[in-house]
């Protein structure tokens, strides 16, 4: 949670990093690229850390063995305090075997005062599952919208990954790229990956001209 950069969601981050009692839902709804896999991440990390019973999944990467992904998050929902995360929850396969299972881990997470924390493109408002009970449950959560980092922001992420890797990146650089360059996040942090790849094989420090032959803008 440290590294996530908050930009304008101090109010969600604050409701994540705050003391729960009894049972939570939360629904975080943002476009793609806009931080919300890194918060729901670092938010099971944490929970793990403090010994809670805990599971991530990503709705958009289940493969055939779906059904036993979400088996273990059901067993995982009956432990007390427990967290289940699920991120990219529109991608989950609409059908009644699925919403019937993610009304069981609601309900085993109720019983033992654990929490949920969802994550979709929309609102729970603007999604509509087969199961009535099922949108009662989800449209009663903790709601919240994802904004999207500006440039600064953005700018505060590229610099802290460079960091990480042991270099600072030049302001001229980032002013560059930043105004050039494209404006999603997640590309953004794969083409710094090709930048610091580029610069250990040159040899060189990372310059605009270096941007340009790498990034061809």
Known sequence: MDNFVVGENLELVAFLRSPKA???????????????????????????????????????????DASAQIQRAINVASASD????????????????QEEALMLIYQSLYAVDGEILVCHEQSARGVEFDLPDLNSRMRGFAHFALVPLRDEGKAEVLTQRARAKGYDLPDAVLEYWLRRGPRDLSTLVRDLERLDQATLTHQRL???????QVLGY
């Open 22 to 64: 009894g049972f939570r839902g939360i629904w975080i709804s943002g476009p793609r690229s806009s931080g919300r896999s890194h918060l729901l991440q670092a938010h099971c990390r944490g929970a793990l850390q403090s010994g809670r019973q805990t599971i991530y999944l990503d709705c958009a990467q289940l493969a055939l």
């Open 82 to 97: 427990a967290l289940v995360v699920l991120d990219n929850l529109g991608q989950l396969r609409r059908d009644q075997q």
């Open 206 to 212: 990372l310059t605009v001209p270096l941007l340009k």
